[in-house]
């Protein structure tokens, strides 16, 4: 049953970012695969050193699925920004 409601929350999580990456064009603010780096390396940290629960597996789920819908500005390193790209597309790595 966890690893539904993981996989639920990947994909919400992979929505909400090519919507907010759709969204956000203009608007200067750190791209979102920092945020799922962040979220990504708490719920390690909580999974191996605190306690293994299924929140910390629900906050890597939550960081992957942030990570994979900006995919592209962390293969170019960009942290700090607005997202420059000609064509708007919804599902896919742009």
Same mark, same amino acid.
């Given at each position: 049953?966890?690893? *539904?409601?993981? $996989? ?6 992979? $929505?909400?970012?090519? $919507?907010?990456?759709? +969204?956000?064009?203009? /608007?200067?603010m750190?791209? +979102?695969?920092?945020?799922? /780096? ?9 999974? +191996?050193? *605190?306690?293994?629960?299924k929140?910390?597996l629900? *906050?890597?789920?939550l960081?992957?699925? *942030?990570?994979?819908?900006? +995919?592209?500005?962390m ?6 920004g607005?997202? /420059? ?10």
């Amino acid at each position: 049953m966890q690893v *539904l409601i993981d $996989i639920l929350i990947l994909s919400a999580s992979f $929505i909400a970012g090519r $919507i907010i990456r759709i +969204l956000n064009r203009k /608007t200067k603010m750190p791209h +979102l695969w920092v945020f799922g /780096t962040a979220f990504a390396f708490a719920g390690m940290t909580s999974y +191996l050193f *605190l306690f293994e629960d299924k929140f910390s597996l629900s *906050l890597i789920a939550l960081g992957m699925g *942030l990570v994979i819908s900006n +995919l592209e500005d962390m293969s170019e390193f960009k942290i700090y920004g607005s997202s /420059t790209h000609y064509k708007k597309r919804f599902w896919g790595i742009d």
